[in-house]
């Protein structure tokens, strides 16, 4: 975790210059939403990686820190409350990113721009606050674990020890405290009208078939940059549900589900610089200063809209 924190660093720093400076004034209006998502998705990574390191006892939603918040002495509850919150962060940032292009594009002159605000405010107080049930229900830890090793035997005696902290008895109960955030749907539901939108225009004609198919390229290289993270969190998410479902504890596997998961940020970032162009000129750039002399460095640099997607 460490190691990867270490590459991860420098990277995440480069992709924040990136947004920061490197933006070109066709994309200046997402600058902001892509700077929040991205600072929220080092946050997590740093929590991951870093400050928490959470080693889980799956099926049993138990573990300890070997971050350094661990070292510090700063409760199981906290450090999971902190996650938990980053997690809904970047899911809410997510929302946040398509639904400026949503508005930008199509809803200037609607409604929507009355309740925008509120609807954001709405989404970080959820963001924030989701998971007050399940922190506040912690059980008593001596009798929780000994509940749950009546129930998973196959578990290890360390589970008893001081440093694990037992989150819930009631798996079930944390997922459905975790439905009560619903900015994942949000998302889905802003991507159809924008492609509604965009279908509309162009049996309308309201635009021209240039500005659509940019406005079309951007759209892709944003989702990608989204679900290509995705599959960090897919992978060990099916794996927990397997774990949970049929009662199995494999350590290996808890391992490497939160490794594959800590690779969310660095996956997000890379996804970032690689899809947008005038991110990747500058990475080019830096690797090698005779692309910056190149002829498609002018160009990416001059039209850079025309360059937004051009390896999909």
Known sequence: MHILCLISL??????????????PNQMKSMKWPMLNLHLWSISLDLSFNCLVIPF???????????????????????????????????????ACLFE???????????????????WLLFNYTIALTYMLPTYLAVPDQISGKIYQFGR???????????????????STGVAYNSCLNTASQQTLIIVGLIFWNMRKSTNGVKISKKTLEMHRLFLRALILQVTIPLVTVLGPLIINIFIIYNSYYNQGANNISICIMATHGLVSTMAMIYLHKSYWAVLMQVLSPKWS????FTLVHSRPQNFVSNKL
């Not at 999971?80 to 809904?88: F, H």
Request: glycine residues 8%; charged residues 15%.
């Open 10 to 23: 420098p990277i995440h720093i480069f992709g924040t210059v990136c947004i920061i400076f490197k933006t």
């Open 293 to 296: 002399n190149s002829r498609v």
């Open 56 to 94: 889980m006892y799956q099926p049993v939603l138990a573990g300890y820190s070997l971050g350094i918040f661990g070292a510090l002495g700063v409760e199981g509850k906290d450090m999971y409350y902190l996650c938990m919150v980053q997690v809904a962060g970047v899911i809410v940032s997510v």
């Open 100 to 118: 400026t292009r949503f508005f930008i594009l199509y809803a200037r002159e609607t409604f929507w721009k009355h309740l925008r605000r509120p």
């Open 152 to 170: 998973y035997p196959c578990l290890p005696k360390e589970v008893y020890d001081e440093k694990v902290f037992l989150l819930s008895t009631w």
